[in-house]
């Protein structure tokens, strides 16, 4: 029972992280050296990979989706998708993605002359289902090693921290003042019960015991 | 209709937000007023002296704060929406 506590548990948690790392923003600094636009098919349930914007109807199943093409420090290649994700989930409100693909373009530049920019993103990249980080914004960076503090992150992370502390310590005062005396005293009942029947039974293997000649 | 649905749950959300702050905070404004009589070693009628704390403090600014609950996130979202598109 334990172990089973304790898996659901992690599950939980790692459920909820894995969904906050997707969810809050990350920045790579890269050199972009393209962009390219694409009809993506959308009828499966990798949709929820891309966004909903608004002046998309929800019943279609393929549209042109516009990518940014980067390459980091390392040589490493990171494609980002460029859409707007409207009023809608995650809650970056970014309306402004026919501008994001104007700066990226107007970004390229080659391995020999290379123009470093620091790319906000949100998302995953997984080659495999096809799914792309979302790129939310763009700013020049001052070189490839060019340190970037999350500061939004740390100060999102800490807040959230202390929300769920200040509820759970509540939540534990709540409970030693409320639910654990009933459920003590639903305890003691279930032990006296359980007394009883023990005593009832240890009575009856007596009676039986008396016809192999013990006595009571 | 993004942004209207967006304006409905969010609503709905922060008014149980709201709703459960306001009757936390007035339990434990409770708590504290009994726990001054019992310091003070106050005498006479413990409930009214109660009630006119919980009067007071309906019309303190401490109250009229909870408000912040709905306030707060229309300027971040009013903030955000400034730096990801504008900045």
């Given at each position: 029972m334990v172990y089973v506590k304790w898996i659901f548990r992690i599950l939980f948690w790692g459920a909820f992280a894995a969904w906050l790392h997707y969810t809050l923003p990350q920045r790579d600094i890269v050199r972009i050296v393209g962009t390219y636009e694409e009809r993506q098919e959308?009828?499966?349930?990798?949709?929820?990979?891309?966004s909903k914007p608004?002046?998309?109807?929800?019943?279609?199943?393929n549209r042109d989706v516009q990518f940014i093409q980067g390459f980091n420090s390392k040589d490493k290649a990171w494609v980002y998708r460029n859409e707007d994700t409207g009023?809608?989930?995650?809650?970056?409100?970014?309306?402004?993605t026919a501008n994001l693909y104007t700066e990226a373009n107007d970004a390229i530049s080659t391995k020999d002359a290379p123009e470093w920019v620091v790319i906000t993103h949100y998302g995953w990249r997984n080659e495999f289902l096809s799914a792309f980080p979302n790129a939310v914004a763009i700013k020049p960076a001052t070189g490839p090693d060019m340190r970037v503090i999350p500061w939004f992150n740390i100060i999102f992370l800490t807040l959230l921290a202390a929300i769920f502390w200040a509820i759970y310590v509540r939540w534990r005062r709540f409970r030693e003042a409320r639910i654990d005396p009933v459920l003590e005293d639903v305890g003691y009942s279930w032990d006296a019960a359980s007394d009883n029947v023990a005593e009832r039974r240890g009575r009856f293997r007596a009676w039986l015991d008396t016809f192999k000649g013990k006595s009571r | 209709m993004g942004l209207v649905r967006l304006v409905v749950i969010g609503f709905i959300v922060l008014t149980v937000i709201y709703f459960c702050l306001s009757l936390y905070s007035r339990a434990v404004r409770r708590a504290k007023l009994k726990a001054q009589w019992d310091d003070e070693g106050m005498t006479g009628d413990q409930d009214a002296f109660v009630t006119h704390g919980l009067e007071e403090y309906d019309n303190s600014l401490r109250r009229k704060l909870i408000l912040g609950v709905y306030i707060v996130p229309v300027c971040f979202v009013a903030i955000l929406i400034y730096v990801i598109n504008f900045m």
């Open positions: 959308l009828g499966d349930w990798t949709r929820i990979f891309w608004d002046t998309q109807s929800e019943g279609l199943i009023w809608s989930w995650p809650p970056y409100f970014k309306f402004d | -």
